[in-house]
């Protein structure tokens, strides 16, 4: 995952971008979001990770209104197309087999979802999993802006001590 980071920080960095929006880039991210944007920031291009949790924080938080608001239309919209079908039910089915979670734990349950870093869980995927079992958009954006945060600050923390120690 380092090398990942890495590659995409030097591809970004080698264009000319600046360092914070680099970190906002790659926190805008499906599957990498503020996880790899703040290791990026602290670890490789040793930001203050204040400056780098608010930038990764806010690169994460922002496609999650867009996604409570149109992935429904957008997946049915994909689903007419032939062979972007199978791949649309494929990403709803296998969302969806998280719901468990959600339906046992309530609100609750897509706040632990979204904030333990762990690979499949995010923003994104909370927003996804959200929309899919229709929600309340506004209660879901609000959990899962919690729980970006909290991801944020546990990763902020390992990055900090693991980090250093390891990738340095």
Not at 18 to 43: H, K, N, Q, Y
Not at 50 to 74: D, T
Not at 130 to 140: F, G, N
Request: charged residues 15%.
């Amino acid at each position: 995952m380092q090398e990942l980071c890495r590659t995409i920080q030097e591809f970004l960095t080698a264009h000319g971008i600046p360092d914070w929006l680099v970190v906002f880039i790659i926190s805008l991210c499906p599957i990498l979001e503020c996880r790899l944007g703040m290791f990026t920031a602290i670890v490789l291009l040793q930001m203050n990770p204040f400056v780098g949790f608010i930038i990764s924080f806010l690169g994460n938080i922002l496609p999650i209104p867009f996604i409570l608001l149109l992935i429904n239309q957008i997946f049915e919209l994909l689903k007419k197309i032939p062979y972007i079908k199978v791949p649309i039910i494929w990403l709803e089915e296998k969302t969806l087999k998280k719901k468990d979670k959600i339906d046992k734990y309530g609100i609750w349950g897509l706040l632990l979802f979204v904030a333990i870093p762990l690979p499949g869980t995010g923003g994104w995927t909370g927003a996804l999993l959200a929309s899919l079992l229709h929600l309340d958009r506004k209660k879901s954006f609000g959990v899962i802006a919690v729980g970006v945060f909290i991801a944020g600050l546990i990763i902020t923390v390992l990055s900090l001590v693991v980090g250093y120690a390891v990738f340095n």
